[in-house]
């Protein structure tokens, strides 16, 4: 099951299957990509897990059983691979908000967003090698651009499972809070993405964005009555 909130720009996509630790199965998939159309226009995005345990456990291996051939390995992997291309390339801030453990494609999806925030603890770790397969769902490519080609396969060619804190220190997660603080944390960060110029500043720190791109982003927020009401609040508090 899926579910979608939708508050003031910021939208929640949270996986909710507890008998499977929020694991990723074909139905879900799908479910996964409504969830994206329903979000689309939100200026953040948060991919979250239900309950406390698991953020994604990975693959439904149960469900999944049922796929042997190359064929319909490759066609399963394709059809995730594109939907965390979809929050990729989501046009605004997307946060992995890790309120459990990420193991194999959970990982995956977590570095499919833009920033992870984790509670303290969580676990991640690419463990595909553990089943004698390897990430299929972009996650390598994704992983070897946060940590380093070396890194990327010492971990995802060993299985290595981090604790939060090992992970932020290689920069796999973006920030560390305690459990306690963890809901409000992340929802903090979320709403504050969401009434700022993020998404704008997201295509600028993406690659193949121009200088002249980044000026006309500037431009075109300078301009504009937001950046004059918020000017002038600031101006007003001065005085």
């Not at 139905?27 to 996964?32: A, F, H, N, Q, W």
């Not at 939100?42 to 979250?48: C, G, S």
């Not at 390897?134 to 946060?146: H, I, K, Q, S």
Request: charge should be negative.
């Amino acid at each position: 099951m899926i579910d979608l909130e939708l508050d003031q720009g910021l939208a929640v996509v949270t996986i909710d299957r507890p008998h499977a630790r929020n694991a990723i199965s074909l139905d879900t998939m799908g479910e996964l990509e409504k969830a994206l159309d329903a979000a689309a226009g939100a200026r953040t995005l948060v991919i979250r897990g239900a309950g406390d345990r698991a953020f994604v456990s990975g693959g439904d291996l149960k469900e999944l059983a049922a796929i042997r051939t190359e064929d319909e390995a490759a066609a399963m992997a394709w059809r995730m691979r594109g939907i965390c291309d979809r929050i990729a390339d989501f046009p605004a801030p997307v946060i992995a908000a890790l309120n459990g453990h990420a193991l194999g494609g959970g990982a995956e999806v977590a570095v499919a967003a833009d920033i992870r925030v984790a509670a303290d603890d969580i676990r991640i770790g690419f463990t595909q090698a553990t089943l004698e397969i390897m990430p299929a769902w972009g996650g390598a490519e994704r992983l070897a651009a946060l940590v380093g080609r070396g890194r990327a396969l010492l971990l995802a060619g060993t299985g290595a499972v981090l604790d939060a804190a090992e992970a932020e220190r290689l920069g796999l997660v973006d920030r560390v809070l305690t459990r306690d603080s963890f809901e409000e944390g992340w929802r903090t960060l979320a709403r504050s993405l969401a009434t700022t110029p993020a998404g704008q500043i997201k295509r600028v720190v993406s690659d193949g964005t121009s200088a002249d791109e980044a000026v006309r982003a500037f431009a075109r927020l300078w301009a504009a009555d937001a950046h004059w009401e918020a000017a002038e609040r600031a101006m007003t508090r001065r005085k």
